[in-house]
């Protein structure tokens, strides 16, 4: 299972896996999918989504820090979790609006 994890803001990831080829696609549920803060692995979540999903958001996550995430099948217990990819979310910043010739712009400054 080929999976990817990509930030796409300071408090989100988005992660794509490759579906898993089986006889009967009955015979698992979905996918869990556990992510984790490289700073403390101890801090794991996980989300499950059903067996025709092969993509999931993850939000609500800490700005500017890097996180593993990794995908198994599960039915009633979870298949060999993937090898973890890792990702880090953005640094947090401020929008602001500015008016310039009367036409309206949105800078984002990242302010640490």
Same mark, same amino acid.
């Given at each position: ?33 556990? +992510? ?8 794991? &979540?996980? %989300?499950? *989504? ?5 993509? /999931? ?28 990819? +890792? ?8 929008? &602001?609006? %500015?008016? *310039? ?5 949105? /800078? ?5």
């Amino acid at each position: 299972m080929n999976v990817t994890a990509r930030a796409t803001g300071a408090y989100s990831i988005h992660v794509t896996w490759s579906a898993i080829s089986v006889v009967d696609p009955r015979s698992f549920f979905g996918y869990r999918v556990v +992510y984790f803060p490289v700073s403390n692995p101890n801090l794991v &979540r996980d %989300i499950t *989504v059903s067996r025709d999903d092969i993509e /999931v958001n993850i939000t609500g996550l800490r700005p500017f820090t890097r996180y593993g995430v990794q995908v198994a099948v599960y039915s009633t217990e979870d298949g060999n979790y993937t090898t973890p990819m +890792y990702a880090e979310t953005w640094e947090a910043g401020e929008r &602001r609006v %500015i008016i *310039v010739e009367q036409y309206q712009y949105i /800078v984002t400054s990242f302010d640490g």
